[in-house]
């Protein structure tokens, strides 16, 4: 059983580019979580998501950013216009349920020039 | 809201044994979970306590009190490889995502 997978790994943009990051959650896992870290910081929840609904996105910056989780495919979350400010540790969790442990991926981390 | 107060640096002794505290706020609670973070690495589940007392998983265990708000990790027979951020987390309701506390560095030495 894979476990929860990102790609990519490291991604550099531009100032003003568009950053994609995709997560695929464990099998069998409806429950998708990102953060966000930056350096020798905790990490900071952004977006919740189950299957093609938003459920909690209390902590997701509400201009340039924004998540998905289609029927079919990853989980993607979308940085706009991207500033050096963005340039972190971008974690997805995923969960079988809201109550059980979450299991991370490896992270993207974001590098913005 | 949620918030989590974990010191944050430790360093001790291989060998020897570390208890890192975790005291938090919430609205509501639910359960109380560690997570370790080596450099460069994801996080990864350690051990979760919903009911007060002591959760034990081989050299960590997790303790609880909800009267106190307040929780701890120890780690028993410290190795260098436990080395790593702890952080712990809490959710606020059966709903609600996990809120992450700002982690404890533990530098394990010889």
């Known amino acids: 059983n894979a476990g929860v997978m990102q790609n990519p790994r490291h991604l550099v943009r531009r100032r003003g580019q568009e950053a994609r990051l995709r997560c695929s959650p464990m099998k069998g896992h409806s429950h998708v979580y990102w953060y966000r870290q930056l350096p020798e910081e905790g990490l900071k929840f952004m977006v919740y998501?189950?299957?093609?609904?938003?459920?909690?996105e209390s902590g997701m910056p509400k201009e340039r950013f924004s998540a998905e989780f289609p029927k079919e495919g990853p989980s993607i979350l979308r940085i706009q216009q991207v500033v050096r400010g963005d340039s972190a540790a971008y974690f997805c969790a995923s969960s079988p349920s809201i109550q059980d442990e979450q299991y991370f991926g490896p992270g993207t981390r974001l590098t913005v020039t | 809201g949620q918030s989590l107060e974990q010191p944050s640096e430790v360093t001790a002794v291989e060998g020897a044994i570390v208890q890192i505290n975790c005291t938090y706020q919430t609205s509501g609670f639910y359960g109380l979970s560690w997570y370790q973070q080596h450099d460069g690495g994801a996080p990864t589940f350690l051990s979760y306590n919903a009911l007060d007392g002591l959760e034990e998983t081989g050299r960590f265990s997790s303790f609880l009190s909800r009267s106190d708000s307040y929780g701890y990790l120890l780690l028993q027979e410290l190795q260098m490889k436990d080395s790593a951020s702890y952080f712990c987390?809490?959710?606020?309701?059966?709903?609600?995502?996990?809120?992450f506390g700002k982690g404890t560095r533990l530098s394990v030495i010889a």
């Open positions: 998501l189950q299957k093609e609904n938003i459920i909690d």
């Open positions: 987390a809490v959710s606020g309701s059966g709903n609600t995502p996990l809120v």
